[in-house]
């Protein structure tokens, strides 16, 4: 009896642990970050990410956008280190966009900022000030094949 339901018992829990096939992690809420540290936070996820994946300025992403600052801080500050971004829509001058997702959560009283693209993952803690945000974290980098 128990060789037939453990199987069974460990399918059930391990159903949970699927991901998309995008590699996309969905955040069910973002926070509201907002002026200085919306800024503050996306100038530096966009540096590391022009670190990260090299040749800024030819390299065209598409950004999952919102009606929020920081996804307009964002937009501004990846245009400031050299990308060129495009919307959601089709953009016949845009070659192949690679595909950009954010996101923004508070974890512990800190702010978590997620930046990810089907090859590669950056993520860091940020503390909110009066001056707007300041690293809390190392970057953490996932590579993926």
Known sequence: MWRTLLPLFFSV???????????SIASPETKAVTGRAASAIAGDM?????????????TVVMLDDGPTEIATALEAALKGWGFSVVSNQKDPKAAKPV?????????????LARLWTPSIALGRTYRLTTAGAEPASPLSVLRRN
């Open 13 to 23: 829990l391990l159903s949970g642990c699927q991901t998309s096939t995008d590699g």
């Open 46 to 58: 966009a540096a590391r990410l022009a670190e990260q994946i090299g040749g800024a300025g030819k």
């Open 99 to 111: 595909r950009l997702g954010w996101s923004i959560d508070e974890v512990d009283g800190q702010v």
